[in-house]
T-cell receptor, first 110, second 113 residues
Framework: GENVEQHPSTLSVQEGDSAVIKCTYS??????FPWYKQELGKGPQLIID?????GEKKDQRIAVTLNKTAKHFSLHITETQPEDSAVYFC?????????FGTGTRLQVFP | KAGVTQTPRYLIKTRGQQVTLSCSPI?????VSWYQQTPGQGLQFLFE???????NKGNFPGRFSGRQFSNSRSEMNVSTLELGDSALYLC????????????FGSGTQLSVL
């Protein structure tokens, strides 16, 4: 079925450390993988996305890697800051729909 | 450019009632998607409307319905509310040409008592 698994569900890091969130998808035809950040009281906001013809994409302190063979992709945040604290969602395209993971609550402690 | 606007921000209803939520997409966006967000379940896809037609549908019961108007604004209706319908309902819009670059509103928090 259409499924995206996301781990871990919660992640606590010290400011300045790196954070990694991993997702696995079920549909080998998936070709688009966005990551969203949701702050308290707000809707999810797109922070980075990658298409299946690219293995890695980086935007300042954020990077996403994709392993099509294993059907998993990861979000990497380096030099974390307190303002990175939020819930992060991965998603994968399945047909015409975007299927989301269950979210990771990231807490960055000063 | 104004973002996606959802109204109302909060709603409290009782079991058995019905509710209508509204979403105004970003100007120029023709696709509107609705998601249900509950703790631990992430975002569950409800349906997508494009040019006033339902283009995709998730696995929700028929109590959940929607529509889209000629100006791309969309409404979602839930009839015969159940306690389990308590959730944050999110609306997202994009150009509609692909399923990429979804822009979300802040959601409507529905509580069913």
């Amino acid at each position: 079925g259409e499924n995206v698994e996301q781990h871990p569900s919660t992640l606590s890091v010290q400011e300045g450390d790196s954070a990694v969130i991993k997702c696995t998808y079920s549909d080998s035809a998936s070709n688009y993988f966005p990551w969203y950040k949701q702050e308290l009281g707000k809707g999810p906001q797109l922070i980075i996305d990658i298409r299946s013809n690219v293995g890695e994409k980086k935007d300042q302190r954020i990077a996403v890697t994709l392993n099509k063979t294993a059907k998993h992709f990861s979000l990497h945040i380096t030099e974390t800051q307190p303002e990175d604290s939020a819930v992060y969602f991965c998603a994968a395209s399945m047909g015409d729909k975007l299927i989301f993971g269950t979210g990771t609550r990231l807490q960055v402690f000063p | 450019k104004a973002g996606v606007t959802q109204t109302p921000r909060y709603l409290i209803k009782t079991r058995g009632q019905q509710v209508t939520l509204s979403c105004s997409p970003i100007s120029g966006h023709r696709s509107v998607s609705w998601y249900q967000q509950t703790p631990g379940q992430g975002l569950q896809f409800l349906f997508e409307y494009f040019s006033e037609t339902q283009r995709n549908k998730g696995n929700f019961p028929g109590r959940f319905s929607g529509r889209q108007f000629s100006n791309s604004r969309s409404e979602m209706n839930v009839s015969t509310l159940e306690l389990g319908d308590s959730a944050l309902y999110l609306c997202a819009s994009n150009s509609g040409n692909t399923n990429e670059k979804l822009f979300f509103g802040s959601g409507t928090q529905l509580s069913v008592l």
